[in-house]
């Protein structure tokens, strides 16, 4: 299949300022940036994006005593210290 060339009109200057910065930062061309950018909008990206949230903890705690006698003096305070 042929690739299309596309011409875009009125970028706003946030998104012109973060795709010239994520080019450079990733050593890679602005029409690349902007082509990943498009297919995962799209959904058309093969690598899952990376998530950096703590989702993936949610439901996974386990009461651990020994873990809570460990951290039980980081629940004291000292009372001198605040005067």
Do not use: C
Not at 58 to 63: N, V
Not at 71 to 80: G, L, Q, S
Request: hydrophobic residues 45%.
């Amino acid at each position: 299949m042929k690739a299309m060339q596309y011409t875009l009109r009125g970028v706003p200057p946030t998104i012109d300022r973060a795709a010239r910065r994520r080019a450079q930062q990733e050593g890679k061309s602005l029409n690349a940036v902007a082509m990943e950018a498009l297919a995962r909008g799209l959904g058309l990206d093969a690598k899952p994006m990376e998530h950096t949230d703590l989702d993936a903890l949610i439901g996974t705690w386990q009461e651990d005593p020994a873990f809570d006698a460990a951290v039980a003096d980081f629940k004291r305070i000292d009372e001198e210290a605040w005067r």
